[in-house]
């Protein structure tokens, strides 16, 4: 979750796209270059351990954009493919 969210702060669709399952990818991803990433608060994990095959992640991230400050919560569901973590969804 903490690499999802440096790529999102860096601008790296590429590592965003190869982290994100495959039946729930996007084709292409355009991030927005005026949102400015600031901070990531992990509020709650669920499994995700290293005999755990699915893990859930629930945060809140904090952004500006435009001189607006606004945050994004969201718990994501990750499943171990190929012994990679990889984002599912948000539930």
Known sequence: MRSRYAAFAVGEPDYLLTTWHPLT????????????WLRLEIERTAQGGPFDTEGVVEFTAHSRS?????????????VRLNRRWVYRDAV
């Open 25 to 36: 990818r996007p084709e292409v991803l355009e991030l927005d270059a005026d949102v400015r």
């Open 66 to 78: 435009g001189g607006v400050s606004s945050q994004q919560h969201e718990i994501s569901r990750f």
